[in-house]
Structure formats: structure tokens, C-alpha cells
């Protein structure tokens, strides 16, 4: 046979040929070119999972540790790899509902793409774990996460240690991308603060895992890795015994405490009451506990101590008298005659003190916290003849309160702090257009009128009084664990002495010094049972509050106030302690400081003082109005409620209170019980009565 | 000639044997690789017959006992029994339709003993010696539509037998043998066609319908525009042409859709769909006929399969990760990876290079084979090696590109690589047979 078709063997080759070299460019593009596919081998392959480093610790100045790491889980969702997914058991076994498991996955690819984990339930109950650790293998896409949770041996602290949370989209945006959707930072107090310390470094470790998601081994021996590091610990100058005690002190009342060491400014313990107990914000309840404490109208998350603003009252007497000693119109003999008023402003401005040479001179004055003698010493400092104008002279007093720490930020280091108010020209010009005098704001004299400060501002200014005139900014951490030269950078703040007031001479500190320790010698403070050996300088303060009540601007229980350091000789403790509606000062406020200073100097406490903590402890000074207030706001929020989801389960509690508690079948009774249903009858048109019978109520 | 020389060894095409050797050495090492569990010890299990790796072993052995018996074997018993063997596979094929044992989903497989038999594979050996027989016959004179025809019948009517097994892999694979007939004289005009519906039918699955439409008919006329001087001297050529148009339209127009909506089965549908990279438009999925193999509920297993491939290849770069190392093929993301998918372990494990060696292998075995092929002087015999070179080529073509993601997942294996001993048996026998042609070369005249 001839071989007439070989041409076509070339042919045939070059076909060979031509399909290798069209395989080898796709080889090539794949292999070579593009260089997604070993990225995207690593991520089918290699599971990187975080490990999320110790939280740094919180310790007191004695080193407890006043708070704690413990572990629980959180369920981590990747939404991509939810594939042949059995959903019903899913959702039996963490008992929600198919709409619900739905949303979240929805959610948690809306916020944080499909392929990345992200929480799909926090802090499971222990049930829950061991249930999900069990069957966990069925669910392809999710993880249990370890999460170090916060955990407080001492119940004490809430407002200073802040909490800790997880990161919102906000918070990631602010980072740089350094946050991922599932950590959690510290959102608020110190925890916030210093969560560049404390946070620590995470880690990473690469595991391998195969097409099930089952996680096989380590990737490359561990070469990858990287360890986490664990957050550094915090030391601070409180005394967590010392808090405690001020929190006791404070259960059922509203206001603050606040201890400082003056040398330092380190805060021995802030507490704000109502409190809480920080355990109750962590764990599986917090969302629960959380929501309860936000809808209460006593506000207990609000941190009075910094963002409480509060008339000085007679506490700001001491500071009053500085200003007039160093401005020279007044000296230490200055004296007044008071017989229980002050007169000089066309109007009568009482004093509690009635008797003869009760304001002698400013000792005595400061003792008996004589007001006529302090309206008549602002007055004099407006006056200064040496101005000759009064915006200059209440300018130049703006300007000592500004030194004493009042009317802006000290800058402690926790978040949210307020600033109080000093009012200056221009607030008194836009609101009397520009024709006022000393009388027009005589009561600064006494720390009313505009003046207002947080318990914070108080306690620093009587902290620079026992000072004789510096200050550090008060603050809460002492020392950082092996402190970085970042570290140093913020702590520098804190460690810098303000000489602000060093130039009033002594002697003018130790007049007024002197007149606080006759406060609590023969003064308003007398009656308060002294510390043995411990030579207490102090004052009082009153003041006058209105609230707005039904909407009427009504005059309040006066707030009691005090502030005192000691011992007077090297003051180691200054406390300034608000009671609101407290009445005078020494009643509540002065015997809580007396506790705070005996507690912190003497270490422990004697019997009969515990008695009397027990005492102040259990005395009950919310003002009565608050139920009401509370009544009012959890029946609007109910109203709301029932008109979203149109159920009169929501509202049916404060419609039945008003009918009788014990429905007699007497005529009498009649009308009231008509009156309900058709009351519910106005407010619920459209739904259905039957189902909504009520117990109480017989057929009409 | 030499009768009385005793020596199997004689004539033997030894480059041949060494690549068998060679692309057989690889594929224990890519079975092993694709296989190996950690903390196994090798040579125990490579003993034991247990492992993938351990039975790829011995089915070597079996082949090469095979193999050996090929050598020793008359090469004329091949020609005078061509035709026995070609009865034998189709009685096979169609003892398979009441035998068959239903395994992974397939209908072409017999149960014998232990082993599973597939006649479709062991009917290209068969296919190949029927058709060289019958183009080698002296009577016959293959420039006629008649002998083209029955030539073509032989190829198909076992394909067509395997469809109906559902097995269209292994059916397309007869369709290489046209390659044999276009060596012996089929009109070229055949592969164009061919060639032609194929660009058509992938053009009408990436296009818009009436896009498509209008370039043909726009093709068409650029034709007439082209062509007026010869339109005016002959009328029948516009007819001609207008023909071509309405064929070209139809294909486009019904016949792509109905192929989709009636012949093909759901999978492969999404397969080819997968292949050029689109999602299956609506009518197809509504009308296509539902799989076999209920393989659950997702509708992107194939674009996952070529998916998978595609990362396994791509993350081995250049020189690749080393045998072991290759996370996609050791942690089970690429689906059949000792069989269809082996080519992935050598992308993954040895890169670039790795891969460019192993193409180059196969495509020198390849030329080797149509030099084999060339040189022989028997008609039968050629056109028998042709047969051999064209089921090799479409086999490592088809896989490799599949792999890769240029061709749909058509479940075909990598000849000689690929795990599973009919597979490796039935491409031994091939290449055994071919070699004992061709140690005969200079002996038989006819």
C-alpha cells in the first residue's frame, strides 16, 4: 500500500503539539502568572486561628488583684463555609429559630464578610459548650473561641475598672484594621484607658485542615506562629478594701465618694451610688444586666464621681477664703458681724448661725461656715479695688478657681470625665445683658449660684489646700508592669507637679487650715466621733438643689456635702463625699468621710465603727420621687412597646392599677370596674378583649 | 525472518519500553503521593496490597506479566483475531447492560471475583485492532463514502453502547480513532466540519442567541460579498451558501438547545457550563433530566471539582511544594485525586517544571508512537500504532486540560499515571501490542 497520506502524520503532530502548548500557557498562567491560587490553597488548607493573649491584671496599691481573667467560649461563625448545613438540629440544639439563625449569619456577612469569623453567640452558658463541644463536628463553619473573661473577687470597682466588650465596626474603623469583628476591647474606665497595656499581642497559630474543616495538625511544624503576649499588669493606688467600704457606705443613696492622696493626686477610691456590681456585666447574663441598669432612672452606670455636677456649697468656703487672703481684702483677722443674715444686697441671704462673734474673724468664720462673712468676701474679690471693675476682679477669681481645678477637666485617666462650671463675665452678661454687680452673684460666695463641680474637682481642690498650693493630676495608675517608653509617655501627665497656688504664703494656708480643724474640733463637724490621734482638718457644706419635678422647677432635700483631709500635720488622705439630699453635711456626708479616713489610716476599723457603717448602710436616701419617675419611664417605654408589636400584655400592668385591689361585688365598686375595660377599650381599638381577660375582673 | 532466534528482545522499540517504564514510576509516585497517611511505614505498606500506592504496585506487576506474554505472542495473532476481539468487547459492552453492578453511580462496570471490569475501556484495545484490521484489508478501498462509513461504524457503534451506560467519557474517547482515518485518507473536509460545529457549539454556549445570529448572518454575506464575481458565473453556490446559513442558524438556534435540554444529563451540563466559566442559564436547568446520582443538593459541585483543581495546580508555582507537601491534594480538597484528578499532585507537588516535564514525556511518546507508526511497513500495523498515539493523545489531552479547567470534567484517566488497574492494564496492552508489531516490522510484508 502506498504511503500516499504521510504529509499527514506532520499534521497530525503539529494537532499533538498545539493542544500540549495550549495546556502549558494554561500551566503557565496558573502556575506563574497569577499568584492568587497559593493564597487560596493557604486559606483551604490552613486555618489561622488567634490566640487571644492574657488580659493584663489590675492591682491595687497593696498588689491585689482586683480583677481576674477566666475563660469562657464564644461561638464563632464563618458564614462561607456553612455549607450542607442540617440548620433544624442546629437551631434545636441552640434553641433559637430558623428566622433568627438566618439574621445572624446574615449579619455577621453584612459585617464582617462571609469569609471571616465572626460571633455568632457570646459567652455560651456552660450548658451550651458542653452541648456545642459534643456536636460541634456536625456544624461545618463554626468554632467554640476561647474568650478570657473578666471576673472581680472584691464585686467592687465597676465605674473605675470599666468593662470590657466586643468591637463594633466603629471601633475597628478607628484601629486601622487592627481589631477584627470578635475582639473585644475595653470600652470603658481603665480597662479603656490603658488597653494598649493591657490588651497584650495576639497570636496566631496555623493549623491544617482538611476538605471536612476538621482540624488535622499543626501547619509547618509551628514555623508560622507566633505567640501571644500576654497584657501587663497595672498597679494602682486604690485601696480596694478602702473602695469597698465606700461603696457599702454608699447603697441607697445617691452621690459620691472620693478619697485622694494629696502628694500624688492617686485616687484611694471613687465610688459613684447608686453602683453596681461588676460581675454583673460579664458572663452569659450581662446583655440581661446591662439593660436592666440602663432603664434604671437612678442611673447607676453613670460615674458620679467624674461626671456628676454639683454645687460646691460651703466646701468651697476654704478656697473662697485663699482667693481673699492672696487678693488682700481680707486678712485673718477680718471679721463680720453676723446675727444670721447678710443684708447688703437689698435682700436677706441667710446663715445658719445666729450667734454673736460666731464670724469674728476667718477662722472662727470657716469654723461656724459663716455665710455672710464668704458673700462678703466674694463681693470684696469682685470689688478689688485694685481692678476697679468687677469683670476684672470676678476674672481674676475665675482665674484661682481655675487654678484650684474647677470649671474644666482635670484629665484623670478614665474616660468621660466632665468639667463643672465656673461662670465667667460673659454668662453673666449674656444673661442680665450686661448690667450686673457682686450682689447680682453674691451666693458663689457660699459655692451656689452657677458654680458647679464634680465630686472629683472638690476633693482636688481641698487635696491643694492641704498641698498649701500644688497638685498632681488625680489619677488611678501608679505603675506599669516592665513600663515601655510608651508607657512613660502616658503616665507623664500624672507625674508632673502642678505648683499652681504655691505663691499664697503659708501662713494664709495655715489660717484657713487651722479653721478647718477647728470645724471639726468646735465647729460644724463637731459631733462627728474623732479619730484618735489623728488631727482631722474638714468642712462642711449644705447646699441648696432644685430638680424639675412634674415639670415644675421644685427646691430639693439639700445635698449634703463634706471634704476634709488628714492628718493635718502631712495630710495622707483628703475625701470629699456628696450625699444628694442628704440635708447638712454633717449628717451623712461628714460621718462617711470620718469612715473613709479611719478605714485608710488606721487599716481597720473599731466595733462601734462598724456599727455605725452598718448603719449609713442601710439608711435609704433615694428621694421619693425617683419611683415615680420610674413608673413613668417604664410605662411610656411599655406604651411604645405595645403600639410596635400591638400586644396588651405589655401595658396591662399600669392600666389594672388603677382599679382596687380587691374588687368587691358591692354596687359601690361598680362603676370603678367599668371604668377598666373601657379604659382598655380607648387605648386598644383595634384588638381583640377575650383573649385579654384579666383574673380580677368578673363578667359585667 | 530469523525464525530460529530465540530472543524476545530482538526489534523491540526500547525508547518505548523506557517511557512506559518511566510514566508508570511516576504514577506510583503521584498515587503514593496523593494517598501516603501520615505516620504509614512505606515499605510495609508499599508490600501489603492495602494501600492505593501498595495495589498500583502490583497491578504493575500484573501488566508487566501481561506485557511479557504480549512480547512472546505472534505478532500475527493480533491481525487474524482483530476481529474476534472486536465481537468479544461488544458482547462485553452489552453483557454489561444485565451484569452490571451499580458502583459509584456507573452502569459499566461487571464485578469479577473482586475486581471491577470495565468492557469500555478494555474495548478501545479491541476498536483498535477492528479498525486496523478492516482499513488494512487489500479490498478495501478507503477513498469510498462506503468503506468510510462502515469504518466509522466500527468506532461508534461501541461508543454509542457506552452512552448508553452512561459513561460519555469513555464513549467521546472512541471518537479519537477518526484521527486513524484521517491518516489513512479521510477528506480533510470531515475535520474541518468536525472542528467547525464544535466552534459553533461552544460559540452559541458563550454568546448572546440573537449576537450569534447576527454575526453568522453577517459572516455570510461578508461570503457573498467576497464570492459575487464567482455568484454571478454560478447561481448554485448563493444556494450553497444560504444552506450552510440555515444549518449554522438551526445548530445555534435548536439544535445546541435541544442537545442540552434532551441528551445530556444534568451534571454534564453544569460541567460544561462550569468549564467556560458560566452559571447554567435557566432553561437547561429546568429541562435537564436529573442525575443518577442524587449527589446532593449542590448545584456547584463540578464548578467546586475544577475549582479545587485549578488552586491545587496554580499554588504549586514553579519548582511546587515537594511531594508530601501539597496541602490541597494531602487534606482531601481535590475530589478523585488518585484517579482522574492525579495530574494535580504532580502541579502541586513539582510545580511548573515538574508538570512541563511530565507534558513532555507524554508528548515525546506521542511523536515516538507516530515514528513508530511511520516506519511500519504493514498497513495493519500502522494503523493500528495510529490508533494507539490518537487514544493516548485524546486520554492525556482531555485529563490534563480538565484539570486545568480548559475541558468540562469528562471522568476519563491519565494513561499510564492514573490509579486503578484496568486503566493501567488496558494502556499496557495497548502499548505492548504496538511493540510487538513492531519488533515484526521487518518481517511482515502484507
Redesign the interface.
Known sequence: ?P????S??RI??L???V??V???A???K???I?G???K???N???FPKIVYPERGIIYDRKGKAILNNSIMFDLMVTPAEV??FDTTSFCRLMEIDTAEFKKRIRDAAFKNTSVRPSVFESLLTPQMQARFEENGWRFPGFALVERPVRVYPFNAAAHILGYIGEVDPKDIERSNGFYRMGDYTGKSGLENTYEKVLMGQRGVQHI?????NRL??SYENGMFDTAAIAGRGVRTYLDVELQQLAEKLLTGKIGSIVALEPKTGGILAMASGPGFNPNELTGSDKQKNYARLVLDVSKPLFNRAIKGQYPAGSTYKPIGALIGLDEGVITPQSGIACTGAYYYCGRRYGCTEHWAGHANNLRLAIAWSCNSFFYNTFRLTVDNPAYKDPRKGLTAWKNYMSAFGYGHRLGVDIPSEDGGNIPDTTQYDKEYRGSWNSCTMVTIGIGQDKMLATPLQIANGISIVANKGYYYVPHFVKTIDDESPADTALLNKYRVKHEVLTHIPDSSYETVISGMQDVTIAGTAARIPKIPGVNVCAKTGTAENYGIIKGKRTQLKDHSLFVCFAPREDPKIAVAVIIENGGFGATWAGPIAYLMMEKYLKDTLRVDRLKEVDRIAAANLMPPFLKDLQRKEDSIRAFKRFEMWKDSAYIRKYITMEKPKQPSPSPKNKQSKDKTPALLAAILPGEKRSTTTRPNTTAL | MNQRNPTISKGIDWSLVWIYLLLVAIGIMAVFGATYK?GDAIVQSFISFKTDYSKQLYFFVAALVLGLFILLTDSKFFSATANIWYATGLVMLLLVFPLHSNVKGTESIIRLGGFNFQPAEFCKICVALALAKYL?RPETDFSKTRSQLIAASIVLVPAMLTILQSETGLALVFFAFF?VM????LPSGVLVIGFATAALVVATLLLEKNTLAMILTGLALLVVLIMRRQLKRDKSILFKIVLLWVICVGIQRFGVPFFFKNVLAKHQVERIYSTIGKDVPEEYLKGAIPTQTPS?K?TNTADYNVK?S?????????FGKGLLKG??T????VPEQRTDFIFDTI??GF??VG??AL?AI??LL??RI?TV??RQRS?FSRCYA?GV?AVF?FHI?IN??MT???APVIGITLPLVSYGGTSLITFTILLFILIRLDADRQMVLR
Not at chain 1, 3 to 6: E, G, H, L, R, S
Not at chain 2, 310 to 318: D, Q, R, T
Open positions: 500500500m504511503v500516499f497520506n504521510q499527514r502524520s497530525i503532530r494537532i499533538f503539539l493542544s500540549f495550549i495546556i502549558v494554561q500551566l503557565f496558573l502556575q506563574i497569577s492568587e491560587y497559593s487560596l490553597a493557604m483551604n488548607a490552613v455549607k450542607n491544617i485542615k482538611d476538605n471536612h488535622v495538625g | 501520615e488494512s484521527l484521517y491518516r489513512e485518507g446532593g449542590q479545587q485549578k488552586i491545587a495546580i496554580g499554588s504549586g508555582g514553579l496541602t490541597q494531602r487534606y482531601g480538597f502541579g502541586e510545580g511548573f508538570s512541563f507534558l507524554y508528548l506521542l511523536f507516530i507508526a511511520e498497513v495510529y498515539a493523545f489531552g490534563i486540560a486545568v479547567g480548559l
